[in-house]
C-alpha cells in the first residue's frame, strides 16, 4: 500500500514546491538573457526551443518511495535533485556545449552533476546531454540554493526521443510494434548522428 506523508509533512512540501519552481525560473531567464546576448553579438540563437517542467507531487512521492527515502520535506529535498526541470533545445550538436558552457559559467550557477549521453548515449540510442546545477533562489530569510535538472539536445534529437517515448510508454501500444520500432529507431539514431555531424560542418562554414 502507497504510504502518504504527514499533513504538516506536506504543507512543508508545498513549500518547497515554490521554492523550486523560483529556482526553475531563476535558470530559465538566465537561458533567455545568454540567448539574446548571443543574438545581439553574433547574430545566431543558440536556443530553439525551452520547455520547463515540475514533477508532480504524486510522482515525487512515488520516486521517494521507491527510493526508499523518508516522505519528508527535509528528506526530498536532500535526495531529489529533479524535482524542477528545464528542457533546451538546440540548433546543432556545438550549440548544446555551448549553452552549457555559457550558464555554468555564470558566478552564481554551479555545477552538481554532468551525464553526457551524446559522447556515450544510452542503449535504446537516447542521446542529450543531462545537467544539474544549483542556483540561490532569494527569500525572505536570505538565499536558498536550489537544484534544477537541465536536458539539453538538438531539435533532431528531440523528434527522436519524442517518438521513442510514445514507442516505449504508451500502454495501447503492441509488445511487437516495441521490438520492431525498438531496433529500427535504434538504427536512425546512429544515422541520425551523422547527419547531425554533418549539418554541423555546413553550418560552421556558413558562419
Given at each position: 500500500m502507497e504510504k502518504r506523508p504527514e499533513i504538516d509533512e506536506l504543507s512543508k512540501m508545498i513549500k518547497i514546491f515554490q521554492l523550486y519552481q523560483a529556482g526553475q525560473k531563476e535558470i530559465s531567464t538566465k537561458l533567455e538573457n545568454l540567448d539574446?546576448?548571443?543574438?545581439?553579438?553574433?547574430?545566431?540563437?543558440?536556443?530553439?526551443?525551452?520547455?520547463?517542467?515540475?514533477?508532480?507531487?504524486?510522482?515525487?512521492?512515488?520516486?521517494?518511495?521507491?527510493?526508499?527515502?523518508?516522505?519528508?520535506?527535509?528528506?526530498?529535498?536532500?535526495?531529489?535533485?529533479?524535482?524542477?526541470?528545464?528542457?533546451?533545445?538546440?540548433?546543432?550538436?556545438?550549440?548544446?556545449?555551448?549553452?552549457?558552457?555559457?550558464?555554468?559559467?555564470?558566478?552564481?550557477v554551479t555545477l552538481l552533476e554532468r551525464k553526457d549521453y551524446i559522447k556515450q548515449p544510452k542503449e535504446s540510442g537516447d542521446s542529450s546531454l543531462h545537467i544539474?546545477?544549483?542556483v540561490p533562489v532569494f527569500q525572505s530569510k536570505g538565499p536558498i540554493d536550489v537544484p534544477v535538472e537541465i536536458q539539453i539536445r538538438t531539435v533532431g534529437m528531440d523528434m527522436w526521443a519524442s517518438l521513442e517515448h510514445k514507442l516505449r510508454y504508451k500502454t495501447n501500444v503492441d509488445s511487437k510494434l516495441v521490438d520492431k520500432y525498438g531496433d529500427q529507431l535504434k538504427g536512425y539514431a546512429d544515422e541520425l548522428e551523422q547527419i547531425e555531424k554533418g549539418m554541423q560542418e555546413i553550418h560552421k562554414d556558413l558562419i
Open positions: 539574446s546576448e548571443f543574438q545581439v553579438n553574433y547574430d545566431y540563437n543558440p536556443i530553439h526551443n525551452m520547455e520547463s517542467r515540475m514533477k508532480d507531487m504524486q510522482s515525487l512521492l512515488q520516486k521517494a518511495e521507491r527510493k526508499g527515502y523518508a516522505l519528508t520535506a527535509e528528506s526530498i529535498q536532500k535526495n531529489i535533485y529533479d524535482i524542477a526541470g528545464i528542457r533546451v533545445i538546440t540548433n546543432y550538436l556545438d550549440d548544446i556545449y555551448k549553452v552549457e558552457k555559457l550558464l555554468t559559467n555564470q558566478t552564481d544539474i546545477v544549483k
